[in-house]
């Protein structure tokens, strides 16, 4: 099995690749940039931005792919707050939909899906589990929650 990482140049995909890799798996990582990480060596590079479709869909995703969509724009204090809507949703919700509806073209059903603990907003139960209430913080925290919701249908 193939496993494709968008966004997998970030810090979660920093440590998933080197992991598949010593695991024996075939790893692509899908990202708009490229570090100069030691993995690369072993891993295929594709440049990626998720906010055009054309550009996931020449991934090239086949059916038996694992994908994960470890892509997003992280939370940004200098963004000024009448802004962060058309900062976040391009990559964090039209970019997860342009990853699942490339999934669907190529048949492909297997998806990782990472979001954040921002959907749940402010703590109201201790422990936190996934039954928490849902209150996203902010255009960050909600555009996550959509993707929860795409990821759900």
Known sequence: MRHVIFGGDGFVGRHLA???VADGEEVVVADIVKSDLPHYRTVRFVQCDV???ASV???GLKADDMV???????LSPIQVRSKRHDFF????FHGTEHIMQAMDRAGASKLVHYTTDMIYGHTVTQPMTEEHPVAPLGEYGWSKQKTE???AE
């Open 149 to 151: 919701e795409l990821a």
């Open 18 to 20: 080197p992991k598949l």
């Open 89 to 92: 949703f391009p990559v964090n």
């Open 68 to 74: 994960y969509n470890l892509s997003a724009k992280m």
């Open 57 to 59: 869909a020449a991934v």
């Open 51 to 53: 906010i055009d479709p």
